[in-house]
């Protein structure tokens, strides 16, 4: 029998942790794996009788006993022995010591590299204090291994047990299941039901029903009196969640067909593709346990780190009231309150939120708004609109139509409406030929032009304001924006923003159109909306064209266009949890110092010699690679130099994108100082050897 790791917790003290622990210990260990009881913190001792002379000492039975089953020195079982019967942060204090979670982890791991799996035994309840400031459900969480729930049969277990499993879900632990411990011959009737009570109230399994063993010593163990119940432990299902990775690789393989992605080199990755099973912090864990910082925030979503207790907390305390319900003629309270957020913070007098589930759905929306306000506001000819070369808005019918790039949209060409392409501020390649800012925005001549013909006939322009992210973050130069937007307002042209990208920090503002003071009649917003969590988008409009929708029915004003999933509750409260973060955490002020910080350690990489250009703004970096820096001249397709750097800054730990030969960093706004060194570095130690031709 395979076991991974696993927490003993239980619903109180004295509810007979330490013999489920040996149970599971000498079931594993008979089944031949390499087992280690760990029972970080003991207290509670006895005195041990003065013998040839020496001092009384503290005698741990737990510890002690634990040590006889399993043959491993109670040094090893118990970081922290506290004699007097307290809690632990008490017991601690009065030891003159505090309980340190990161120490209790050291040695968990190090115990973990030594044997097969670790039977963790906590102390007391999942709320029982470690410290002034950790219980020990926080060392649970920090361990992050699966639980198993040791409970009593009787009267008050419902209660107890209820309160724990809820504790540890809030938290975001997987529960493996629970045990019945001090389980009668002849039960009463609670004892006789409650356990079946307990699988249906908390969905949870009962691994095993222990009866009670009296005068339980390491004698009788030796005699076998534990033995003789390990048939009473079923540890089938406390194998840790998760699933089979071989099965799911060849699933991978002979199911999957992964976006973006060129199939046949895909499926020639060696040993074989990187399969991500958990995220911690700012890093993703593979199934071989290999630790990766998440340099691109997962593409481009994350915004606080992975497992971050608040958005987990938010997310599970809905579910426990919801997960879904519909918002065509009904409402939800996340959605609701969502609205009002997103409407305080947006940039300018945005009033009114329409959700969908992502960029592509949103940028639908806007165009479609577009559209009908104009034929509702009396003037039916402005159908059309405008974009830019470059320019991605998401892969819907209607957002290729306003797309610019042509490796993504040229064979949907029969598909699309045309609306009119305008050149993109791509300075380091301007066709033109000039240079910022002796240019004086040359490249918005055409859009000034069109408008002066044919103002009259377009609805709105469609922009990704400051950088255009799929495009290789091309970054528009300062004023750029502001002289669009002049443009669309003087000759009565709707902007349409596209954040998506851009939106929820990514810039060093939290919308990339505050950088010039812009407020756009229609701004879209999605990724970064849910901390990465969660699919979710929004498209807030101005109030002039909101009130050009209302009406009677039989006006057909009703803008007739909505998605199944629209203002999912769930999402909408992991967005309102991402909102909330952002403001107590002055997320936008770390932001601002860590993109400077970015900007520096970006520096060296521009001595590289095909790196052509490196563009930043805030945290969304691309790195142009060129095969001759004096005559920009790029690198043949054919050499994959860009896919070549990202799969070797995974020899250093660093998960990156290629956007072409564009290598783009775009690492979530939680990234430490530390963590943003270590991610250039490796980006720039790749790019090296790939150059090198290592």
Same mark, same amino acid.
């Given at each position: ?27 594993? #260990? ?88 670790? /039977? ?48 540890? =879900? ?15 011959? $002849? ?19 009962? #691994?095993? +029903? ?12 030796? =005699?076998?009196?534990?033995?003789? *119940?390990?048939?009473?432990?079923? #540890? ?8 089979? *990775? ?22 020639? =990755? ?6 991500? /099973? ?12 290999? *630790? ?38 009904? !409402? ?9 957020? &997103? ?27 577009? @559209? ?10 402005? +159908? ?26 040229? $064979?949907?060409?029969?598909?699309? @409406?045309?609306?009119? &392409? ?60 502001? +002289? ?81 999933? !629209? ?31 970015? +900007? ?82 490796? !980006? ?11």
């Amino acid at each position: 029998m395979k076991l991974s790791s696993c927490f003993v917790l239980g619903t109180d003290t004295g509810v007979g942790k330490t013999v489920v622990t040996a149970l599971m210990t000498k079931t594993l #260990l008979k089944g031949g794996l390499r087992v280690v009881p760990f029972k970080p913190v003991a207290t509670g001792a006895v005195l041990a009788p003065v013998f040839n002379g020496q001092s009384p000492s503290h005698i741990f039975e737990d510890t002690v006993f634990l040590s006889k089953v399993s043959g491993v020195s109670p040094e090893d079982i118990s970081l922290y022995q506290l004699p007097k019967p307290l809690s632990p942060h008490l017991a601690a204090a009065a030891e003159s010591v505090r309980i340190d979670t990161s120490e209790i982890k050291k040695k968990f791991l190090a115990l973990s590299r030594r044997c097969q799996a670790v /039977v963790v035994e906590g102390v007391g309840g999942a709320l029982v204090p470690l410290n002034q400031d950790e219980f020990l459900i926080d060392l649970t969480v920090l361990l992050d291994i699966p639980v198993v729930i040791v409970a009593r049969p009787g009267l008050g277990t419902l209660n107890h047990t209820l309160l724990t499993v809820n504790a540890c =879900e809030h938290r975001g632990l997987h529960i493996a299941g629970l045990i019945i411990n001090q389980y009668p011959e $002849k039960p009463d009737e609670a004892e006789r039901t409650n356990p079946t009570e307990l699988e249906n109230l908390t969905g949870l399994p009962i #691994l095993g +029903k222990v009866p009670i063993i009296r005068g339980l010593s390491v004698e009788k163990v030796r =005699e076998g009196e534990l033995e003789n *119940h390990l048939n009473s432990l079923d #540890l089938a299902g406390a194998r840790p969640p998760g699933f089979n *990775h071989h099965r799911a690789l060849t699933a991978d393989k002979n199911y999957v067909w992964h976006p973006f992605t060129p199939m046949l080199e895909y499926l020639a =990755e060696k040993p074989h593709p990187l399969m991500i /099973v958990k995220g911690k912090g700012n890093y993703l864990i593979d199934n071989e346990d290999n *630790h990766y910082l998440d340099g691109v925030s997962s593409l481009w979503v994350n915004v606080h780190g992975h497992r971050q207790k608040e958005l987990d907390q938010a997310v599970t305390s809905q579910l426990s009231k919801i997960a879904h319900s519909t918002m065509l003629g009904l !409402t939800n309270e996340p959605a609701s309150l969502l609205a009002e957020e &997103l409407v305080n913070i947006a940039p300018g007098p945005l009033t009114r939120v329409f959700y969908s589930d992502s960029g592509s759905t949103a940028v639908e929306i806007g165009l479609k708004v577009a @559209f009908q306000y104009w034929q509702q506001a009396g003037y039916p000819k402005k +159908k059309e609109f405008v974009s830019f070369t470059n320019a991605y808005h998401g892969d819907t019918i209607g957002a290729v139509s306003v797309g610019g790039m042509e490796l993504f949209h040229s $064979k949907f060409e029969p598909l699309l @409406f045309k609306s009119h &392409l305008m050149p993109s501020a791509y300075c380091y390649r301007c066709p033109r030929g000039l240079a910022y800012p002796a240019c004086r925005f040359d490249c918005l001549k055409p859009l000034e032009e069109l408008f002066e013909k044919r103002s009259s006939k377009i609805a709105a322009v469609v922009l990704e304001p400051k950088v255009q992210a799929a495009a290789g973050i091309l970054v528009q130069p300062p004023g750029y924006l502001r +002289k669009l937007a002049d443009l669309c307002e003087r000759h009565r042209v709707l902007l349409i923003l596209d954040e998506v990208a851009t939106g929820f920090g990514r810039t060093g503002k939290m919308f990339a159109c505050q950088h010039e003071g812009i407020e756009p009649d229609i701004l879209i917003l999605a990724k970064g909306i849910t901390g990465g969590y969660l699919p979710l988008a929004a498209t807030l409009f101005k109030e002039f064209i909101y009130q050009a929708f209302l009406g009677r029915f039989e006006e057909l004003k009703t803008f007739f266009h909505g998605h199944t999933y !629209t203002g999912n509750p769930l999402a909408c409260a992991a967005s309102l949890a991402n909102l909330k973060l952002f403001r107590e955490k002055d997320v936008m002020g770390s932001v601002e110092k860590k993109a400077a910080k970015l +900007k520096e350690l970006l520096e060296p990489l521009q001595g590289i010699e095909w790196v052509g250009d490196v563009r930043q703004l805030g945290f969304m970096v691309g790195i142009e690679l060129v095969k001759d820096k004096g005559s920009k001249e790029p690198f043949e397709a054919g050499e994959r130099m860009g896919r070549r750097v990202i799969l070797k800054a995974r020899e250093r730990g660093v998960i990156i994108r290629p956007l072409g030969d564009v290598v783009v960093l775009m690492p979530p706004l939680s990234i430490s100082e530390e963590e943003l060194a270590n991610l250039v570095e490796a !980006t720039k130690w790749a790019l090296v050897k790939v150059g090198e031709g290592c």
